[in-house]
């Protein structure tokens, strides 16, 4: 028999540390090792784009999202041992240091894996034991990986183009592409090895038509440092048909032209500052001071300790030029991440524009919540000495219900460690509604005389029963603690209040659960085997079974049991 022993962390951790750290950099040369790093993580990437290694929708998204957490493990790791000569990178890539660099990206993504081990174990929400020579990861609390599937699903989203999911299609499709490709092609052409071109605004406009529009994160009038927020988004859009129109003309020439490889060697954007900021200014006519300082502020490095190329994913090298790993930004949700950025690197200015993020959950709101026309946001009652803030009150007299919503918009996760803070705040907001149910309903016959002052609701107060959920946007969520007070997306909520009328059955419904992803429909728990030393390492993990509009499909049916 072989009896299963506690395992101190740190054992873990130096095996896949020397995993790591064994690998040889790239090249020597920081640059030209950076260079090739970013080259075979674009390579990658554009490999699933044009389906040259098959995977679902779900699994390149995946695989794309903990791309990104290799890059900083594996810029790290360059850094750290290769030197800071000032040479430029090469024209083309050098086939050792290629090898080396595929070596260290996908070490470098099982890397990121036991990391979010190490880190839910330091969050003391796991422990590890071991037996017959294999390490088996478990969690201490129950987890509902509902609520972890809904955060693969996009939080109950419907599912809408985006300018990758383009990129997809026009890479693939052979008659929009045969249409598309000969506006990149003119204007390109091949020099030392290299895919050079023309940034040419007629085709930079005809591509602008087709771009779809993002859904907003950044909310009206929040400011950085170039600018507000329609600046912002102008910035962003500017820089994404950059990055598209790169890719674009790389990936048509060298189909065109059957230049071997792909020309990988033209996949990373290298391009000078100063060219750079003209560019952006063909769709975001600002100021020069203003396009520097958006550039500077998602430059790999710029004013944090702990640089991450997810965050900050142009690379800047010596005079003024920039590594542009088009694809990656392309897939990078950058509104998320300069908020992250501000949060870290200004957080007295971040905290000060906070409450912008409730007013615009409260502006998507509104219009969900108009079938309830006795409704109420964001107001202060002071009672007996008690004092608390309702988000959302909802009241129907002839249900004899008030229905209180706690609102809390969260930045979308990256990390292990911002999971569980954000686990951390959902369980603070269930206890802080908790608190508001009580106040609201010992007071039942105040509130409402204050609230709805022209009706006569408050006469049969006592007959009102009050009941409450967590409304949350930008995360997937976490399982209540208190089955009454139930925790659910704004996404989902929007489906529920489409189809259900009567506010008890809406509160039933989200209190049901059952809008939430279905186990072995939706998804299923495997385990993932990873490779740790001469052992293995076992860990829960989730595999998504059906796509996102599926899901939502499911969603919507689930309402109606209540309508």
Same mark, same amino acid.
């Given at each position: ?161 985006? /300018?990758? *999911? =383009? +990129?997809?299609?026009? %890479? ?5 592409? $045969?249409?598309? &490709? ?53 910035? /962003?859009? *500017? =820089? +994404?048909?950059?990055? %598209? ?5 790389? $990936?048509?020439? &060298? ?40 550039i500077e502020f998602i430059s790999y490095g710029y004013k ?12 800047? %090298? ?142 049969d107060a006592d007959e009102y029963s009050v009941n409450g ?95």
């Open positions: 028999m072989n009896e299963k022993i506690l395992i101190d962390i740190k054992e873990i951790e130096e095996i896949i540390d020397n995993q790591l750290y064994k690998i040889e950099t790239p090249h020597i040369i920081k640059n030209i090792a950076i260079w090739h790093l970013l080259t075979v993580s674009e390579d990658a990437a554009r490999m699933l784009f044009i389906k040259h290694i098959e995977m679902t929708a779900q699994e390149i998204n995946i695989f794309i999202d903990e791309s990104k957490y290799a890059l900083r493990h594996c810029l790290n790791h360059i850094i750290k041992n290769s030197k800071n000569y000032q040479f430029p990178p090469p024209n083309k890539t050098i086939p050792k240091s290629y090898s080396q660099a595929t070596e260290l990206f996908y070490a470098s993504l099982n890397y990121e894996k036991h990391c979010r081990v190490i880190a839910s174990y330091y969050n003391n929400r796991s422990l590890i034991e071991k037996a017959n020579n294999v390490y088996h990861f478990k969690h201490i609390d129950s987890i509902d990986a509902r609520y972890s599937a809904l955060e693969g699903f996009k939080h109950g989203a419907e599912q809408n183009l985006d /300018i990758t *999911s =383009l +990129l997809y299609h026009w %890479l693939n499709d052979s008659q929009f592409s $045969s249409i598309m &490709s000969s506006k990149f092609i003119k204007h390109a052409r091949l020099r030392k090895g290299q895919v050079l071109y023309n940034y040419d605004p007629e085709t930079i406009l005809y591509l602008t038509q087709f771009i779809p529009q993002r859904k907003k994160i950044i909310p009206d009038g929040f400011v950085f440092s170039w600018g507000n927020s329609e600046q912002t988004h102008a910035l /962003i859009n *500017s =820089l +994404l048909i950059r990055c %598209l129109y790169h890719i674009l003309t790389i $990936s048509y020439f &060298s189909d065109e032209k059957k230049i071997p490889g792909g020309a990988e060697s033209s996949l990373v954007l290298k391009i000078e500052k100063e060219q750079l900021c003209k560019e952006i200014s063909y769709l975001a006519d600002f100021n020069d001071g203003n396009i520097v300082s958006f944090t300790k702990t640089p991450d190329p997810a965050l900050q994913p142009l690379i800047k %090298l010596e005079k003024d030029i920039y590594l542009i790993p088009c694809i990656h930004v392309l897939t990078n949700n950058l509104q998320r991440n300069l908020l992250a950025l501000m949060a870290r690197m200004a957080p007295n200015e971040f905290d000060r524009q906070s409450n912008l993020f409730e007013n615009e959950m409260i502006k998507k709101l509104s219009p969900i919540l108009q079938g309830w026309p006795l409704k109420y946001f964001s107001r202060e009652y002071s009672i007996n000495s008690q004092k608390e803030e309702i988000d959302v009150l909802l009241l129907d007299p002839k249900e004899k219900i008030i229905l209180l919503f706690e609102l809390r918009w969260m930045n979308q996760p990256g990390d292990a460690r911002e999971v569980f803070n954000r686990i951390k705040v959902c369980n603070e907001k269930v206890s802080q509604l908790e608190r508001k149910i009580d106040f609201v309903s010992n007071f039942k016959e105040e509130i409402i005389l204050r609230t709805f002052p022209t009706t006569n609701y408050n006469d959920a967590v409304v949350i946007q930008g995360f997937g969520g976490h399982a209540s603690n208190k089955d009454c007070i139930p925790i659910i997306t704004l996404e989902a909520l929007e489906i529920g209040t489409k189809n259900i009328t009567s506010l008890t059955k809406l509160y039933d419904w989200i209190k049901s659960l059952t809008w939430l992803p279905q186990e072995n429909k939706d998804f299923k728990e495997t385990i993932e085997e990873l490779a740790i030393g001469d052992s293995f390492l076992h860990r829960p993990a989730l595999e998504i079974l059906v796509e996102q509009d599926e899901y939502v499909a499911h969603a919507i049916s689930s309402t109606k049991p209540f309508i």
